[in-house]
């Protein structure tokens, strides 16, 4: 089980300022969405440079164009590249054949995808290396979470890792790992607190102890 930091709500600078806080606790940062928007891709470039150790997920929620983006991402330094589950397959095949040459994984976001269960069999069956289950901020603000589907979607995905996103803190992270995930990902729950390395440290200990069980 590894953790990643969601980065969405910051600069470069300010990215590199909380992943040095905190790089001894995590696997994986996330380069956000908003990040890529307002910085670009070279905001994958930096980090990756200045935190070699560590993965770098590239956060696009590709929905088209699978291949181009996904081999776009690998040059900036991405290990791990998202595509939407609401996108169509051959989209998804694009984006896993491209990341093959390129030896990077696709992590497939299922974000507002309706009939999850069935939907996380067909993308299983497409090669993709990981198959996350992630409530949005907006759906986040109305008390949603991604417990129930990270468990429909562990029991019907066979080859692919699971992920989980959405709102997990501290205080939720128990129930999170009792689940197994392979991947949980985490924003606020560590950006927002005063001591991030702090609350990074107990969240590794947490996942560690899980993975021991």
């Known amino acids: 089980m590894e953790l990643q930091l969601a980065l969405d709500l910051v600069n470069i600078p300010e990215a590199k300022d909380v992943v040095r806080e905190v790089q001894d606790h995590i696997d994986i940062v996330e380069i956000g969405t908003p990040v890529v928007i307002n910085e670009g891709l070279k905001a994958v470039k930096e980090i990756k440079e200045s935190f070699p150790s560590l993965k770098v997920l590239a956060d696009l929620k590709i929905m088209d164009a699978g291949a181009y983006e996904v081999m776009k991402a690998s040059e900036a330094g991405a290990d791990i590249i998202t595509v939407l589950g609401a996108t169509d397959d051959e989209t998804i095949k694009g984006a896993v054949e491209e990341a093959k040459k390129q030896g990077t994984k696709i992590l497939v976001d299922m974000i507002n995808v309706k009939e999850i269960g069935k939907r996380a069999e067909e993308i299983d069956a497409l090669g993709v290396d990981y198959i996350c289950v ?80």
């Open 134 to 213: 992630h409530t949005g901020y907006d759906l986040q603000a109305v008390g949603e979470n991604s417990f129930e589907q990270l468990q429909e979607i562990k029991r019907v995905v066979k080859n692919a890792k699971t992920a989980v996103a959405g709102g997990i803190k501290l205080t939720s992270l128990p129930e999170v790992v009792q689940s197994k995930p392979d991947l949980v990902i985490v924003g606020g729950g560590i950006t927002s607190q005063e001591d991030k390395k702090s609350v990074a440290s107990q969240m590794e200990k947490l996942i560690k102890q899980e993975a021991l069980s």
